[in-house]
């Protein structure tokens, strides 16, 4: 069964300042899609990034970027020039290609709070 | 376009009740998923339907039941409510392309079970 695992429950950063979120996940499938979620007080769960497996490049949205490493099963996500808005629990998800697989399977996630 | 949208957002009930909540998806996505979200468990899957028709399903109890009419929209039934059952519910829609797909999530229906 695939998992995934965020090993920091919690992190901090100051504005203006970069921060990186770690996630593993373990699977046997070769074709997949990985995906970072934020969840902010609100509770309204909102895409940030995704990455499709058979790319070798790394994904980028605006400040927010990852650092796949297919061969090491990490999907490490990168906030650039902080923002208070960015504050929130982030969660790294995964889900298999085929058909049979459209669930996503979400870490624990990472609560991140940005400081001014 | 608007986004998926769920009611109630919030729903107090009793042990042994029964509860249905509601998922419209976004205009156009044919796939909508449930989630269970608790502090103790994290996220997890319920299950998904596509076309009216159950496509996968997570690893919960049959008290766990759900449906799609033909405009998409989807509601969830949780029969015979118990304490652990309090949770967050959140729905996510999709145009069902396992190939392409990205969820989109509602903003939640908040369930507390006493």
């Known amino acids: 069964a695939q998992t995934v695992t965020q090993s920091q429950p919690e992190m901090s950063v100051q504005e203006a300042e970069t921060v990186t979120l770690s996630c593993t996940y373990d699977?046997?499938?070769?074709?997949?899609?990985l995906f970072w979620y934020k969840q902010p007080p609100s509770r309204q769960m909102i895409l940030v990034i995704r990455q499709e497996a058979y790319k070798q490049q790394n994904a980028t949205e605006n400040r927010f970027s990852v650092n796949f490493q297919k061969a090491a099963k990490s999907f490490s996500l990168k906030i650039s020039d902080s923002q208070l808005g960015d504050a929130a629990m982030y969660f790294c998800a995964y889900r298999r290609s085929d058909q049979a697989g459209t669930a996503l399977i979400f870490g624990k996630g990472t609560t991140l709070s940005v400081s001014s | 376009k608007a986004g998926v949208t769920q009611t109630p957002r919030y729903l107090i009930k009793t042990r042994g009740q029964q509860v249905t909540l509601s998922c419209s998806p976004i205009?156009?996505?044919?796939?909508v998923s449930w989630y269970q979200q608790t502090p103790g468990q994290g996220l997890q899957f319920l299950f998904e339907y596509f076309s009216e028709t159950q496509r996968n399903k997570g690893n919960f109890p049959g008290r766990f039941s759900g449906r799609q009419f033909s405009n998409s929209r989807s509601e969830m039934n949780v029969s015979t409510l118990e304490l652990g059952d309090s949770a967050l519910y959140l729905c996510?829609?999709?145009?069902?392309?396992?190939?392409?797909?990205?969820?989109?999530f509602g903003p939640g229906t908040r369930l507390t079970v006493l």
């Open positions: 996510a829609s999709s145009l069902g392309d396992p190939n392409t797909d990205t969820q989109y």
């Open positions: 205009s156009g996505h044919r796939s």
């Open positions: 699977t046997s499938e070769s074709d997949y899609y």
